[in-house]
């Protein structure tokens, strides 16, 4: 069975550029999450979505990040402008059923922004 | 309630020995825990979870130990094989939410 799939899976531009995060979840997941992981922080949530529905955008760390969910089976994060400490491994995970359920990650993307 | 991986603690295991990784939770409220591995360069993989109503489940090679009332987790591996070699870490679930908090994870080094 496919898992949740991530492209691009290694990204490198220069500060300024706009940044575009792809994720394709597991097919029937209805819920579906965007973290970011670095060394220093661990794993933080940015955003989650259920059916395709912005739930809880409180981890976003500003205004550059923007996120969207046009269907069940494709979810976009955006960056723009980018800056240097934006560069982290960027995740998306999917998820069906409830909160006892649990989430599936994808490979990620490694972005650095020099 | 992130995890800090700066300096992971690790386990350094023969191969062919069982794994013991210990995970203290912070949430009371916590009823859904997961454990996960992670491989260099990949996402965390779901290994196995418990529910609260439970104090321990197996899967293949791997069972999980839940204490609720000292908080804590634990992860058996079976016979350890170098494939293995991962970070491992647990993630809490507190009732009635979708947010998970993770714990520190702990790196396994199998030893050939």
């Known amino acids: 069975d496919a898992g949740v799939i991530q492209s691009p899976r290694h990204e490198v531009t220069e500060m300024g550029q706009e940044v575009t995060l792809r994720c394709k979840p597991i097919?029937?997941?209805?819920?579906l999450f965007w973290y970011r992981q670095t060394m220093m922080r661990g794993l933080e949530l940015l955003i989650y979505?259920?059916?395709?529905?912005?739930?809880?955008d409180s981890g976003m760390p500003e205004d550059r990040f923007s996120a969207k969910m046009p269907n069940a089976s494709f979810s976009t994060l955006k960056i723009q402008p980018s800056e240097p400490r934006d560069s982290a491994v960027y995740f998306c995970?999917?998820?069906?059923?409830?909160?006892?359920?649990?989430?599936?990650f994808g490979d990620g993307t490694r972005l650095s922004i020099l | 309630g992130e995890s800090v991986g700066l300096h992971l603690p690790t386990l350094s295991v023969q191969e062919g020995d069982n794994s013991i990784i210990n995970c203290a939770y912070s949430n009371s409220a916590s009823d859904y825990f997961i454990w996960y591995k992670q491989e260099s360069g990949k996402g965390p993989q779901f290994i196995i979870d418990?529910?609260?109503?439970?104090d321990k489940r197996q899967g293949q090679r791997v069972t999980v130990l839940l204490n609720k009332t000292v908080k804590h987790l634990s992860l058996q591996i079976a016979a350890t094989q170098p494939g293995d070699s991962a970070v491992y870490f647990c993630a809490e679930n507190p009732d009635g939410t979708y947010k998970y908090i993770f714990g520190t994870g702990t790196r396994l080094k199998v030893l050939a």
């Open positions: 979505f259920n059916n395709n529905v912005p739930i809880d």
């Open positions: 418990i529910r609260s109503n439970m």
């Open positions: 995970a999917s998820r069906t059923g409830g909160n006892d359920q649990p989430q599936h």
């Open positions: 097919s029937g997941h209805n819920s």
